[in-house]
């Protein structure tokens, strides 16, 4: 009003733009610094739920792969790593005991070279080869009754090469590939392990296009065939009793557990047992208490009751509850009655301040009592400190459950668009507002220059009357 008051009276041109400018702005600046205001609280509130959020999934996915690596629980191990190798086959898997190893034998392979020919693109001849399996001894053959013969099919003008391919496509368990050797190229074929997986090859030719006989093979006959090694079973003796298997793989020796022969130790009988997995349960302790109160300071911070961003946030609030009660609930509610079923057993204790503390004189004496049910807790199973705190991970990151932190979350992304809307309906009315401001002081100012021009002519007017006098 003052622009417009000294405008009239002094005569000079009113700043149409800035007028419009400061008059929009008091119209609708308040309730855009009121959404401005909102959009970063929201921004806070989103950001601090999903940093506890992942805080807790990244806890649970790292205690997972602890767990999963085995170093919790005790571990099968062998004193000679060259004869085999021992692992676990389930988490019902012995965790203690003593075994003796003696192995004599490892299983193998027959294997069969052809003589020499030119090379892999050398024709054969056409018909048909017949794989029979059974145990080779010296001179003599004993048919597998378990496995029909094979029998391959050799198209005429086949080569080295494509008796191979046959070979490798008929499904008998039998590889063939052929050898580049100083004498020339040769067919090798291999069976699988275990001496019931032996063969012989029977040649079936093509009137008119023999050769393929040259690829027959039995013990103890004349074909030009050479037998480099036998199929034989892995022999070897567990705590003194002899014992046989037709891979080197063994998982019928002791219960739970596998063992890979990889070598012979006739006479020098090695030790199988379990690591203590005590100082490693040790150390993943300290770490979780750790991992644990960083995330409970965090949850303090943002639920501050005066500056917290999400203090009064639903989802925040559950997962403070769980937490709160962590060390006291039952997380093995299978263990055996004198067992360890809580944290708090295991030395975990909640202070008053809701951080978290570790009693390593508890762990130790439960570690020392039974060892065995505190690996257990430590288990990839349906209950332990993993399980637990998958459901709780699980639990905060579910968008289905309106009590969570991805819900809230969800909530909070879903008002700031919300907020877009707004922002975007007020500078809509705003411009509208700001182009009919424009439109009337247009339609003013023109009627004050008209207005001036006519008091121009009216003094002039008048001096000029007031001269005539």
Excluded: H
């Amino acid at each position: 009003m003052d622009s417009i008051i000294s405008t009239l009276g002094a005569g000079s041109g009113i700043d149409m733009a800035a007028l419009t400018t400061k008059l929009v702005d008091a119209q609708f600046a308040t309730k855009i610094a009121r959404l401005e205001k909102k959009d970063e609280q929201l921004d806070a509130q989103i950001s601090a739920a999903s940093s506890i959020k992942n805080k807790i999934q990244l806890l649970a996915t790292a205690l997972g792969e602890r767990v999963r690596t085995g170093d919790l629980t005790p571990l099968p191990t062998i004193a000679n790593g060259a004869v085999a190798t021992v692992s676990r086959l389930s988490v019902a898997a012995p965790t203690k005991g003593s075994y003796s190893l003696e192995v004599q034998q490892l299983a193998g392979s027959q294997s069969l070279a052809s003589a020499a020919y030119a090379s892999a693109a050398t024709t054969v001849g056409s018909g048909t080869l017949t794989l029979r399996f059974g145990t080779v001894d010296g001179s003599s053959f004993t048919a597998n009754a378990a496995r029909d013969p094979v029998t391959v099919t050799i198209a005429p003008g086949a080569t080295l090469q494509g008796v191979a391919d046959a070979i490798n496509m008929s499904g008998s368990g039998v590889t063939a590939y052929v050898a580049t050797t100083t004498t020339g190229a040769k067919l090798m074929m291999k069976g699988a392990d275990g001496a019931e997986n032996g063969f012989t090859v029977e040649a079936a030719e093509t009137a008119g296009d023999e050769g393929l006989a040259a690829l027959a093979w039995a013990p103890g006959g004349t074909s030009s065939a050479q037998l480099f090694s036998t199929a034989t079973d892995a022999l070897f003796k567990l705590d003194g009793l002899e014992m046989s298997s037709k891979t080197n793989t063994v998982t019928d020796a002791i219960d739970g557990l596998s063992i890979s022969l990889s070598g012979t130790n006739i006479g020098n009988p090695t030790r199988i047992g379990f690591s203590n997995p005590a100082p490693n349960i040790s150390s993943a302790m300290s770490d979780f208490v750790a991992a644990l109160n960083e995330i409970q300071a965090e949850i303090a911070e943002v639920m501050n009751v005066q500056s917290g961003d999400i203090r009064r946030d639903g989802g925040a609030q559950a997962l403070r509850r769980e937490l709160s009660n962590l060390t006291s609930k039952i997380i093995m509610p299978n263990a055996a009655e004198g067992e360890p079923a809580t944290l708090a057993q295991l030395g975990v204790k909640t202070n008053r301040d809701g951080s978290y503390s570790l009693d390593t004189t508890v762990l130790g004496a439960a570690l020392t009592a039974n060892p065995e049910a505190v690996s257990r807790m430590f288990t990839p199973g349906l209950y332990g400190v993993y399980a637990e705190m998958d459901r709780i991970s699980r639990s905060a990151s579910a968008v289905g459950n309106p009590g969570s932190l991805a819900a809230s979350i969800q909530r909070y992304t879903s008002m700031k668009k919300d907020i877009v809307e707004d922002r975007t309906t007020l500078d809509e009315a705003s411009q509208r507002l700001r182009d009919r401001l424009t439109q009337q002081f247009s339609v003013a100012d023109s009627r004050v220059a008209n207005f001036k021009s006519t008091m121009t002519f009216l003094e002039n007017q008048i001096a000029a009357w007031n001269a005539k006098d």
